[in-house]
């Protein structure tokens, strides 16, 4: 199972193209937009890049560690790289982040040491982003379906797994549903995993059945996914 070794890489139809140093890898397929953040910066550098950022809005404030509000303030600083301005971020009921623009429907994500943002003008996203590490080998009864054990069995089974992980929870984001469980409405179909690729995947909790297409990316680090709806 190769590993990507790249700093930069764009996906495309076309292939892979430099990026901007200002981002850690950002990825284009048609309208979406996806870009990830390696955070080594401290938290008065994020808050010198972002002059019109609301330090003192309540999300920032109820932060309990440096560690979770330098995640914020990277997420802010990823989303104006992917926007060129920044944005005001606001909060549905349920959670879900949106624009106050309402300029793009968008999607986050971080782990250890990394944030990603998913945009697009008009179609809701998904995007999520899972650090490298065994743990999740003692979770996968939790949600690797029986008819998705072909796909964990080719290449690292780590890796694989965090395919998976990260692939439902890119799913439910974008369906935005109560109550979703992992074994019993979604499902990865089988694919022989790659540095860089795409998946097929179903959801069973609506009546719709939808259909997705989830595109992922390995790195040493992380696996990442991301999808918007068809």
């Known amino acids: 199972y190769p590993k990507s070794e790249s700093n930069h890489r764009t996906f495309r139809k076309g292939g ?3 990026v ?5 890898r950002v990825y284009h397929q048609h309208l979406l937009t996806v870009g990830v953040w390696k955070v080594d910066e401290t938290i008065d550098r994020l808050k010198a890049m972002l002059p019109n950022c609301m330090v003192n809005e309540p999300e920032l404030l109820d932060c309990k560690s440096d560690k979770r509000k330098l995640e914020k303030l990277a997420v802010r600083a990823l989303l104006k790289e992917l926007c060129g301005e920044e ?3 606001a909060y549905l009921p349920s959670g879900k982040p949106y624009l106050a623009d309402n300029s793009f429907r968008v999607s986050f994500s971080h782990t250890c040491g ?3 943002v998913a945009i697009h003008p008009e179609k809701e996203v998904g ?3 899972e650090q490298y590490g065994t743990r999740v080998q003692r979770l996968a009864s939790r949600f690797v379906r029986e008819d998705e054990r072909i796909s964990v069995q080719n290449g690292d089974e780590i890796y694989a797994l965090l395919l998976h992980w990260s692939a ?10 109560a109550d979703v469980d992992f074994l019993d409405h979604l499902q990865i179909f089988p694919f022989y995993p790659g540095a860089l690729g795409e998946m097929s995947a179903m959801e069973y909790r609506t009546e719709k059945r939808q259909a997705f297409r989830i595109v992922y990316d390995t790195h040493p680090d992380y696996v990442l996914t991301f999808a918007c709806l068809e």
Request: charged share 25%.
């Open 127 to 129: 995007v999520d982003i």
């Open 20 to 24: 901007p140093m200002s981002l850690y």
């Open 16 to 18: 892979l193209n430099s």
């Open 87 to 89: 944005k005001k971020i």
């Open 114 to 116: 990394y944030v990603a």
């Open 168 to 177: 439902k929870e890119t799913l439910f984001k974008l369906m935005e549903q």
